[in-house]
C-alpha cells in the first residue's frame, strides 16, 4: 500500500526566508508520479507540479523547486525568498500507475505561515 | 470560469437529515473525482468515474454514502441519514484520462452536521 509522510505539520518563516517542505513515500510500484498542491484559506487545491518515477532531475520554477531523490524515497519542496502570499497549507500526493483510475494518497499536509 | 464548480459552498444539517452535493467537473475530462478532507488533514479518496461508470469505492465510503454520474457530466454525492462524522469537506476532482494527468480539484463542500 503506498504512504505519503510530511513530517512538518507546521512552519513558521520570515518574508524572504527560504524554506524547504520535506515529503517522503513509500509504494511497491516502479513507476508512480509524485504531486505537490497547494490549499490556500479558500480551500482549493491547486496543483503545482507532477513528476514521474522515471525522471529525477530537479526541477525549478520561479520561487519553487522541487528535489526528487528515489534513493530516499523523497520529494522536497523549496521556496525561494518566500512572501506572504505563499501562506498556505502545502500537501505531497502519489498516485501509482498500476492504479488505473490514478488515485492520488496525500500526505498530511504542512501549513506554512510566512510572516511579513 | 472553467474549473472545477461545486455546490453548494457550505452546508449545515441535522444529525439525521440526507444531503447532497454537486460536481460539474472541467468539460473535457472524463474522470471525476471525490475525496473527504476532514480538519487538519489530507484529502482522501472516495470515490471515482470514468465517464458514467463508477469505476473504484474507498471502504471509506460506506452504506450510508451514494454517488452518481449521469452521462458522464455532472456528478452528485449523497449522504443518507448523517452522522457527526459526517462534518468534512467533500473535493470533488476531474482529469483527462489517457495519461497521467493532473487532477483539477473545485472549492469544496463543506458539510457540517449538528
Known amino acids: 500500500a503506498q504512504k505519503v509522510t510530511q513530517a512538518q505539520t507546521e512552519i513558521s518563516v520570515v518574508e524572504k526566508e527560504d524554506v524547504t517542505l520535506d515529503c517522503v513515500y513509500e509504494t511497491r510500484d516502479t513507476t508512480y508520479y509524485l504531486f505537490w498542491y497547494k490549499q490556500p484559506p479558500s480551500g482549493e487545491l491547486v496543483f503545482l507540479i507532477r513528476r514521474n518515477s522515471f525522471d529525477e532531475q530537479n526541477e525549478i520554477s520561479g520561487r519553487y523547486s522541487w528535489n526528487f531523490q528515489k534513493s530516499t524515497s523523497s520529494f522536497n519542496f523549496t521556496i525561494t525568498a518566500s512572501q506572504v502570499v505563499d501562506s498556505a497549507v502545502y500537501f505531497c500526493a502519489l498516485s501509482e500507475a498500476g492504479n488505473a483510475g490514478n488515485m492520488l494518497t496525500f500526505g498530511g499536509g504542512t501549513r506554512l505561515m510566512v510572516k511579513p | 470560469d472553467t474549473g472545477v464548480s461545486q455546490n453548494p459552498r457550505h452546508k449545515i444539517t441535522k444529525r439525521g437529515q440526507n444531503v447532497t452535493f454537486r460536481c460539474d467537473p472541467i468539460s473535457e475530462h472524463n474522470r471525476l473525482y471525490w475525496y473527504r478532507q476532514t480538519l487538519g488533514q489530507g484529502p482522501e479518496f472516495l470515490t471515482y468515474?470514468?465517464?458514467?461508470?463508477?469505476?473504484?469505492k474507498s471502504r471509506l465510503l460506506s452504506d450510508r454514502f451514494s454517488a452518481e454520474r449521469p452521462k458522464g457530466s455532472f456528478s452528485t454525492l449523497e449522504i443518507q441519514r448523517t452522522e457527526q462524522g459526517d462534518s468534512a469537506m467533500y473535493l470533488c476532482?476531474?482529469?483527462?484520462?489517457?495519461?497521467?494527468?493532473?487532477?483539477?480539484f473545485g472549492q469544496g463542500t463543506r458539510l457540517t452536521v449538528v
Open positions: 476532482a476531474s482529469s483527462y484520462a489517457g495519461r497521467s494527468t493532473e487532477a483539477f
Open positions: 468515474f470514468q465517464n458514467e461508470a463508477q469505476l473504484e
